[in-house]
């Protein structure tokens, strides 16, 4: 065990390892691998935690014990057997070995006063007190408190040593410092080899720090609603006490977190199950099978996650925990990989040089703010303070100071120093706070807004070469909090911005915005801007917009209200000076914008996952970026051209292959989408009646009420609906002449369909009772399977059975060639034996999957929950699986290459697998931040499309 002060166990394993575990809770803190060559016989720690000392080889290894050093450890020799035991003297400037005989060494790293011959029995002045010799002694605590930072310290005054009393120095829980503090922070200091993946940082520069501040921060007083809160001073003397405390999270006790906010501008990440895979096989950049080439659609989940300067031309939005970087002019895209959960908010610097991105914690994932570099698109510092999620991020005007909010869980907000990213001080509020922005106008003044109506306005104080924030909580009129719906609902502030006449602009979630005299921190008016809530608000040039959940955006002129401040009168809107100039309704909740400074051009998010331009002097919207605003359920291509997907929403996007602009959009209210399939060029469907046009394309869509949709992008309009099921359709394809569609739904029965009239030809109830998992068709070419049909199909269900047709529609002919079964443990993958009669038994195991191999079609590659995590390669002319390719996990989608040299992968653990055809090698590729759950090569087999709920990538393919 270590000292008392840091409750640790240090355990030495066979195989050389060094184990570094939480003596509380048992968690596995770091490990050391190769400590010694053969094994470690002994080991002690020094009492005050600087030095660990282990035996082995016959030699003596004595280590910094925090392991923060380039080489962490000193080698001596002295012994000629094993060493059995080791020992510091209880005084901490000697060492006791013992093997082969007893050595006494001394302990030179602690600077001390030179001894006088006769021995080396210390002297007893060296325990007195020295006052002066404190002062020049390094404290401690920095030592164990294990900071992050990378910074270098200075150098210590050599002094007289004197042995420090850890019980005095280091508080217990009752005390200044909490013990909790080293063990939470022993994670982020650790040396050698993580047993946790954390974010990978590849495009770091060599000057990066993960900083994650440590200072002693003491109880704080929570701020807001309180009577400890003092008036906002413009003029602060240098004895001034703050109102707020610096505080670190980590060290309060007892604090109990708030209920999720009811408004939706405060962050709230998505739900999801998966975790990102801690073994991964990837390789090195000039060697990956796999490159991202495009990020196609917008996180609408985000808060503030798009930024824009229209004077450089930076224009930086997220989607999923990737931030990308567009060129407005060319398309073209950069991509800031390093965050491993969800982005939910991005700041950028006046100067745009540098940009931040936040994520949260989920997990053993700890949450994230990176610091990007604009001109060399790396990361220079990932900085680690929150528990949670981070709701907002702001820079303030001279870029000097860089604020972060931590969501509803904590509280609390951050300031740092950009010139180091240092933390310099920070405090909690009482109330959670949904948005934060500096005063352009006024140094070191910042504003927040919250729950149930709170507004602070803040103060950074710098005297006395110490960062505090003086806060004032400013009293807010009753008239603005009323509820405007019929219910009656708490009202909180939701949006806030600056204009040029020292008038603070506030939104709240009924709609009301309301306007304050920053001088005097005093609401004077306030006017009904929008029937729901205000989660945007934009101000220049007289001009302010507001975006709601309302899906509108309104331009309003506020040319006047400046000139309506009465101190002693609370003024509303019967006055000449506000008006609307327009409005636009847009597809979502209104998450984001950002507008030139004429107010003329802008750009807005929507949670419907697109990005629009707005244009107020010609009165137009543009799409920029379109995504998904729910899950993505199904991927087609059309040859070379187009590419469909289909979302939860009932919505169905057409995009152009060449630039990945979408085209065309299908929707069906109320219904999801849940399959798409394009017909083939080559073998369109057979003219329908009523129509000349044989050569169009069609796309054919299921749905969750059992239809099928038959559409005809030439004329952009559905030409068929179908309902040849009951339940949801699962699966839906043409056939591969093009003569037939062929659907699969939720209860296990296959209907083929004409596209040409819509009846529906026949139903097969073969794999009844079990879930259509996949669908595939191809011609037979010359193969002989004792049927004459030019065409085999083959269907997949959750039960793990394949079946493999072979059809001739101009003969109306469709017969069974082959049967396959898989078998599998009575259990899912977590060990609990389910009925199959449940329907959630195949809820809960991994899909079924197979497909025809393009280049052999006498070939079919299976995948699915069985006795082994592995894919195989089943021959419908042996009638006998022929190989086998192991998995490192169970896959959620697969796909072969047209070119049949590589087969691509996704998983629950968010990665991308591309494997070998022929060798069963494979890399795995991290981008998403949930479960891969759709794979599809392009028509060309160069790009693989993957989706991740509604992210989707586009990878470049180089083998």
């Not at 697109?610 to 359920?633: A, D, K, P, Q």
């Not at 269900?797 to 001739?808: G, H, I, L, P, Y």
Request: proline letters at 5%.
């Amino acid at each position: 065990f270590s000292p008392t002060a840091a409750r640790q166990l240090l355990v030495a394993t066979s195989s050389n390892r060094l184990l570094r575990l939480d003596a509380r809770t048992g968690r596995l803190l770091n490990e050391v691998s190769n400590i010694h060559r053969s094994s470690c016989s002994a080991m002690a720690v020094s009492q005050d935690c600087r030095h660990l000392v282990t035996a082995g080889d016959k030699v003596v290894k004595v280590w910094d014990y925090h392991m923060r050093l380039d080489i962490n450890f000193q080698v001596f020799i002295g012994h000629s057997e094993s060493i059995s035991g080791v020992g510091f003297t209880p005084d901490g400037t000697g060492l006791v070995t013992v093997g082969d005989a007893m050595f006494l060494w001394d302990i030179m790293a602690n600077v001390r006063k030179p001894e006088e011959p006769g021995g080396r029995t210390p002297k007893k002045s060296w325990h007195q007190a020295d006052p002066a010799a404190d002062e020049l002694v390094p404290d401690m605590r920095d030592q164990l408190l294990l900071d992050t930072s990378y910074q270098p310290r200075p150098a210590p005054v050599p002094a007289r040593y004197s042995p420090p009393n850890i019980s005095s120095i280091l508080p217990t829980l009752n005390g200044d410092l909490h013990s909790d503090e080293l063990r939470s922070e022993t994670e982020s200091e650790m040396g050698g080899a993580e047993v946790l993946i954390g974010p990978e940082l590849a495009d770091r520069t060599d000057e990066e720090t993960d900083t994650a501040t440590d200072t002693e921060f003491p109880q704080p007083d929570r701020l807001g609603h309180s009577h400890r809160v003092q008036p906002h001073q413009r003029v602060v003397s240098p004895g001034k006490k703050p109102a707020g405390k610096v505080l670190d999270p980590r060290l309060e006790e007892g604090s109990s977190s708030h209920d999720r906010p009811l408004v939706k501008k405060h962050f709230v990440p998505r739900e999801k199950s998966s975790q990102l895979a801690q073994r991964r096989y990837t390789a090195p950049p000039n060697q990956a099978g796999l490159t991202l080439q495009a990020v196609i659609g917008y996180n609408g989940n985000g808060r503030g996650n798009m930024v824009w300067n229209a004077d450089t031309g930076v224009f930086a939005y997220t989607s999923g925990c990737v931030v990308i970087l567009e060129d407005l002019n060319s398309g073209e895209q950069k991509h800031l990989t390093g965050h491993v959960e969800e982005v939910s908010t991005l700041a950028l610097q006046h100067d745009c040089q540098v940009l931040v991105s936040a994520s949260g914690s989920r997990g053993l994932v700890k949450s994230q703010v990176c610091v990007w570099d604009l001109q060399k698109n790396t990361c220079r510092q990932v900085l680690h303070y929150h528990q949670h999620d981070i709701v907002c991020l702001a820079y303030s005007r001279d870029d000097r100071f860089l604020v972060t909010v931590g969501d509803y869980r904590e509280c609390t907000i951050a300031l740092w120093n950009t010139f180091d990213y240092s933390l310099l001080t920070a405090t909690k509020t009482s109330l959670p706070v949904h948005d934060l922005t500096w005063d352009p106008y006024n140094a070191n003044e910042f504003t927040s807004i919250g729950q149930a109506g709170s507004i602070l306005f803040w103060l950074v104080d710098e005297g006395n070469n110490k960062t505090v924030l003086n806060v004032h909580e400013a009293e807010v009129p009753k008239e603005i909090l009323q509820s405007q719906t019929v219910v009656a609902r708490p009202v909180d502030f939701t949006s806030l911005c600056y204009s040029a006449d020292s008038v603070l602009y506030v939104g709240g979630s009924n709609g009301v915005v309301s306007a304050w005299d920053t001088r005097q921190n005093m609401c004077f008016m306030h006017w009904t801007a929008d029937s729901q809530e205000i989660g945007v608000l934009v101000c220049k040039a007289a001009r302010l917009v507001t975006g709601s959940t309302s899906h509108r955006v309104r331009l309003w002129a506020v040319v006047g209200v400046g000139d309506m401040r009465i101190p002693t009168q609370f003024n509303t809107t019967e006055t000449k000076g506000l008006t609307m100039d327009d409005e636009m309704v847009l597809d979502g909740q209104v998450t984001c914008a950002a507008f030139d400074d004429t107010m003329d051009l802008g750009i807005v998010g929507t949670s419907g996952g697109t990005l629009w331009y707005i244009n107020w002097v010609e009165r137009t919207n543009i799409r920029l970026v379109s995504g998904h605003g729910s899950r993505i359920n199904g991927l087609g291509f059309s040859n070379d051209s187009y590419f469909a997907t289909c979302g939860d929403d009932g919505s169905l996007h057409v995009w152009s292959l060449q630039d990945r602009e979408q085209t065309l959009q299908f929707q069906v209210v109320e219904q999801s989408c849940t399959c798409v399939a394009f017909s083939s060029r080559a073998h369109p469907p057979p003219t329908r009646v009523g129509s000349d046009d044989a050569i169009s394309t069609y796309m054919v869509a299921g749905y969750s009420d059992g239809t099928v949709r038959m559409f005809e992008l030439d004329s952009v309009e559905m030409v068929l609906k179908m309902h040849p099921h009951a339940v949801t359709i699962t699966a839906v394809t043409f056939t591969a002449d093009g003569r037939a569609i062929l659907s699969g739904a939720s209860d296990g029965l296959i209907a083929v369909s004409s596209p040409t009239t819509g009846m529906t030809l026949r139903i097969l109830n073969d794999h009844k009772g079990a879930p259509i998992t996949a669908m595939d068709t191809i011609f037979k070419q010359d193969k002989d399977y004792g049927v004459t049909a030019p065409i085999l199909w083959l269907a997949t269900s959750a039960d793990r059975r394949v079946s493999v047709w072979a059809a001739d529609w101009t003969r109306d002919l469709c017969e069974l060639v082959d049967w396959m079964s898989f078998p599998a443990p009575a259990f899912d993958p977590d060990g609990n034996v389910v009925r199959k009669t449940e329907l959630a038994y195949y809820a809960s195991l991994p899909p079924s999957l197979a497909q025809f191999v393009p280049e052999d079609p006498d070939t079919v590659v299976y995948t699915g929950y069985g006795m082994q995590r592995q894919v195989q390669y089943y021959s419908l002319t042996h009638r006998k699986v022929l190989r086998t390719s192991a998995l490192s996990n169970w896959v959620q989608t697969m796909d072969v290459s047209p070119k049949g040299n590589l087969l691509a992968f996704g998983d629950s653990e968010r990665l991308v697998k591309l494997m070998d055809f022929q060798e069963g090698s494979f890399q795995d590729f991290v981008a998403h931040c949930d479960a891969v759950h759709l794979v599809r090569f392009s028509p060309s087999g160069k790009l693989l499309f993957t989706v991740a709920f509604n992210e989707i990538m586009v990878w470049e393919v180089a083998l």
